[in-house]
């Protein structure tokens, strides 16, 4: 699956942008709502909140605008960049949907997932609880963790 949309690309009803580590994904919901979903859950976590508007499809626009569109070609929501031409949007790995110009950010979601959160998962499993209530997701008794209270 795709991470990026580039000029001129749209991404379709039921269509997705998922991130290198598929960890996030962007799905154009059949009910007209642009939604970002944390994969391991199914946690939203930015939508256009469009629901219910006919949406057809969502467009990067050559101009640098990103577009979502109902049926009879309106725009319904949009990211207000027009004039970035070269621009495309990515769906990166820590969670954040981004528009470059070429190399610089113009817009974002602001859903940055900082890695000890997108790493929650990965300590639970790794980890060990002693009998403080400290929670060690590094494995290792010596290592300072996310503290656990009881």
Do not use: C
Not at 6 to 29: A, C, D, H, K, T
Request: aromatic share 8%.
């Amino acid at each position: 699956m795709a991470s990026i949309l580039g000029p001129g690309q749209r991404l379709r009803i039921n269509e997705q942008l998922v991130s290198g580590n598929g960890r996030y994904f962007l799905l154009m919901q059949s009910d007209g709502n642009l939604v970002l979903y944390r994969t391991e859950n199914h946690h939203a976590l930015w939508a256009t909140n469009t629901r219910g508007r006919d949406v057809m499809h969502a467009s990067m626009q050559t101009d640098g605008n990103f577009v979502l569109y109902n049926f009879a070609g309106r725009a319904v929501w949009a990211s207000n960049t027009a004039g970035r031409r070269n621009s495309y949007l990515i769906m990166q790995n820590d969670g954040n949907l981004v528009i470059y110009q070429p190399d610089v950010p113009v817009w974002a979601s602001g859903t940055h997932q900082p890695a000890v959160a997108a790493s929650l998962a990965e300590a639970k499993v790794k980890s060990d609880v002693d009998g403080k209530g400290v929670l060690n997701p590094f494995g290792d008794s010596d290592a300072t963790g996310l503290v656990v209270v009881d």
